[in-house]
């Protein structure tokens, strides 16, 4: 298509007009149509590797200058091979070829830069395109990931809820606290519906403040602490700049009943849990440490709270957030680093993506 629409260009070019005898239109067009033959197939070649190198190397707009040195000496480079030829089929007389070229040249340059850049800038928006395009795809793909991450930690943070060992000891040390304590069994009572609100909440952000994490979790402990007695002690240190840090909904709830679960349940004695959040160098580091048993291995399986957690970090602040666990013989420590920064900027990349929002919790560690 360039081929010919270069041929009729450069016909046009020579001041052909619709009063011009079709024959010497016919001659024109071919001789015309011989250059673009050349030109285009050469420029084609050689500019399907240089524009990318090209592009890599030098800023806009020296990239495009350079594009057209190259095309401009390209067009040069096929107006000889043209004129040769014409010259190999007897078109063109012994001692033509010098002012075939300089009359020629003039055309073959603006004609290949014309179609020449057009090409290149058509395909310079085609390779966006394709890469916007995977861009899209990929996300479209990330998104429905995070969307059966998202439901597989709402059920599971439901699951551990409704779990009968839990509401059913809850609503035992209700009944328990009625006749000697009324006012502590109305405050487990709200205790237990938050704890309910926050693992059916589906439209609320996915990231919510620390503070307001750190008042489910403590509304967790003592409903726990009502069971456990003494076997549970624990502790909450928050430096002062924590609290508005942003964090995943139900994360860190995640880790204290991580630690409840495989620290105090099982021992006669219980165990302590300290919960801490301290600031420093642009970072909040979250930990959840017990003086439990501890566990053999670190890792974290496929599908279990703490790796559901660990993944929403990833996705939520990428490579800007981490998790870990340590594991010391004499007690576990599990703890999360996110960016000190990340609330308000966190939440809106978070909001784009409401599937995140559902909530993980109820994870056991193995």
């Not at 055309?107 to 020449?116: N, P």
């Not at 304590?181 to 609320?204: C, K, N, V, W």
């Not at 549970?232 to 880790?255: F, G, H, N």
């Not at 966190?346 to 929002?357: K, L, N, V, Y």
Request: net charge neutral; proline share 6%.
């Amino acid at each position: 298509m360039w081929i010919i629409v270069g041929a009729l260009g450069a016909t046009f070019f020579q001041g052909v007009t619709w009063r011009t005898p079709w024959s010497q239109i016919a001659e024109v067009f071919g001789v015309s149509l011989v250059f673009p033959m050349a030109i285009v197939p050469l420029v084609a070649l050689v500019m399907r590797r240089v524009a990318p190198a090209v592009g890599c190397r030098f800023p806009f707009p020296f990239d495009w200058a350079v594009i057209v040195v190259v095309m401009s000496a390209l067009a040069i480079v096929g107006s000889v091979i043209a004129i040769s030829v014409l010259r190999l089929i007897g078109y063109i007389g012994p001692g033509e070829f010098g002012e075939w070229f300089m009359g020629s040249l003039r055309i073959s340059l603006v004609m290949t830069l014309i179609f020449g850049l057009s090409a290149t800038a058509l395909e310079d928006l085609r390779a966006r395109l394709d890469e916007r395009t995977l861009e899209l795809r990929t996300k479209e793909r990330d998104e429905a990931e995070a969307r059966r991450l998202a439901t597989e930690a709402q059920l599971v943070s439901l699951e551990s809820r409704v779990n009968p060992h839990f509401l059913f000891n809850t609503l035992n040390s209700i009944a328990a606290l009625v006749p000697k304590d009324p006012d502590g069994a109305e405050r487990m009572t709200g205790q237990l519906a938050s704890l309910m609100r926050s693992s059916l909440d589906t439209a609320g952000s996915p990231l919510v403040p620390l503070e307001e994490e750190l008042k489910i979790v403590r509304d967790y402990l003592e409903i726990e602490r009502v069971r456990f007695g003494t076997r549970l002690r624990y502790s909450i240190a928050v430096d002062e700049q924590a609290p508005k840090t942003a964090i995943p909904r139900l994360s860190l709830q995640t880790l204290v009943e991580n630690s409840v679960k495989f620290a105090v349940t099982p021992r006669p004695q219980g165990a302590t849990i300290a919960v801490r959040a301290t600031t420093g160098e642009g970072r909040v580091l979250i930990e959840v440490q017990d003086d439990g048993p501890g566990f053999a291995g670190v890792e974290m399986p496929d599908g279990h709270g703490l790796s559901l957690v660990k993944t929403r970090l990833e996705m939520i602040f990428g490579g800007r957030a981490a998790m870990g666990i340590e594991n010391g013989g004499a007690g576990t420590r599990v703890w999360m680093q996110l960016p000190a920064d990340a609330g308000p900027a966190a939440r809106r990349q978070a909001q784009r993506r409401p599937e995140q929002g559902r909530g993980t919790s109820g994870a056991p560690r193995e």
